[in-house]
């Protein structure tokens, strides 16, 4: 297993988790309830993290930078169905699948 997401704030973990399982990934949530450790543990140990096995980690770890990326999106076309979609969408609202990675 391979963490590839923790924050402090549990909202943004759970975001991120299930767009994880959206994606077909198989995800451990570890820290979910340990914030009452808050004192016995340092802060950050307790922060929610996001678990996936070695295999999935390159494509977990792909949509997870897709999430903090901030950079201005343009339309684009989707490579297994040919759609147009908006810049908005995170996936091709035809078929679902993912946009190409950028270089």
Known sequence: MKLVYTHQN???VGSVK???EQ???KVEMKNEYASGA?????AIDSWPEIWVSNLDE???KIIVARLQDN???EEW?????S???DAAFEVCWQCQAFPPIAP
Do not use: D, K, M, Q
């Open 10 to 12: 549990g909202i943004l």
């Open 18 to 20: 299930a767009l994880l």
């Open 23 to 25: 994606a077909s990934i």
């Open 38 to 42: 808050v004192g016995e543990l340092s």
């Open 58 to 60: 390159e494509r977990a």
């Open 71 to 73: 950079t201005p999106r």
């Open 77 to 81: 076309v989707c490579a297994a169905c």
């Open 83 to 85: 759609e147009s979609n």
